[in-house]
């Protein structure tokens, strides 16, 4: 079966950028959008032409390096199997964060917010076997939740689901839930979370690490706003 592959690219330091047309011959019903990028990226270097630029690692689902937006959807090259897609496949960056180059986007924005939210671990802090810790744990910080949440532009002080499943880790493995540390914890994803929430759950129904986001956020408002735990701390 023959797939009519458009890609935008946009070289480096380019504002603007244009669509490319490959033509890939499936091998099987288990090639990937990652298996044509492959084949392609080695076509255009045997020909000598520009490197098409993109991100990715395992391959596997785990590193969430892949995000792309792939025929309208964000969701990773890695599982997003050709079999299951239109005949003219489309695949651009990543649009609510910096593109670098071709379908390479620039996600440090992500790592930033963490920082802002003071998202890191305790030396002290206690494993939790809570299901709660347990599925935020999941997260790729692929960005695939931004791409789609309708309260995300990139700007302010919204960190999107992301950063709530890396907070609802940190919130969960608190030595002491009265802490000054946690109270400051709790301000931080009032304000960071929270109020830029506005809870359409679009991030639950494309998140590649099948995480409830419903429940997750619904014991995350319940512990750190509303004060009334629920197996979080």
């Not at 689902?61 to 990773?76: D, E, F, N, R, Y």
């Not at 489309?90 to 996600?107: H, N």
């Amino acid at each position: 079966m023959k797939k009519n592959i458009s890609i935008l690219r946009r070289k480096k330091n380019e504002a603007s950028g244009y669509i490319e047309e490959f033509e890939y011959n499936m091998k099987s019903d288990e090639d990937t959008v990652a298996s044509a990028l492959f084949d392609i990226a080695a076509r255009i270097a045997v020909e000598g032409k520009r490197p098409l630029v993109w991100e990715h690692s395992c391959l596997q689902i785990k590193c969430g390096a892949c995000a792309m937006v792939i025929c309208g959807k964000p969701q990773l090259a890695c599982s997003a199997k050709l079999k299951d897609l239109p005949d003219k496949v489309t695949i651009e960056p990543l649009r609510k964060f910096p593109v670098i180059e071709d379908l390479l986007v620039d996600r440090s924005v992500m790592r930033e917010r963490l920082k802002n939210m003071q998202v890191y671990h305790e030396k002290d802090a206690a494993d939790s076997g809570d299901e709660s810790t347990y599925q935020s744990m999941k997260c790729l910080q692929c960005g695939i939740c931004l791409e789609i949440c309708p309260n995300y532009y990139g700007e302010g002080n919204y960190a999107g689901m992301s950063g709530m499943s890396a907070m609802a880790q940190i919130l969960s493995k608190a030595p002491d839930k009265t802490g000054t540390r946690t109270k400051q914890l709790k301000k931080n994803y009032y304000k960071n979370v929270y109020e830029g929430c506005g809870k359409s759950l679009a991030c639950r129904d494309v998140c590649p690490a099948g995480i409830p986001m419903d429940d997750l956020l619904s014991r995350m408002n319940a512990a750190a706003v509303w004060g009334r735990s629920k197996s979080l701390l």
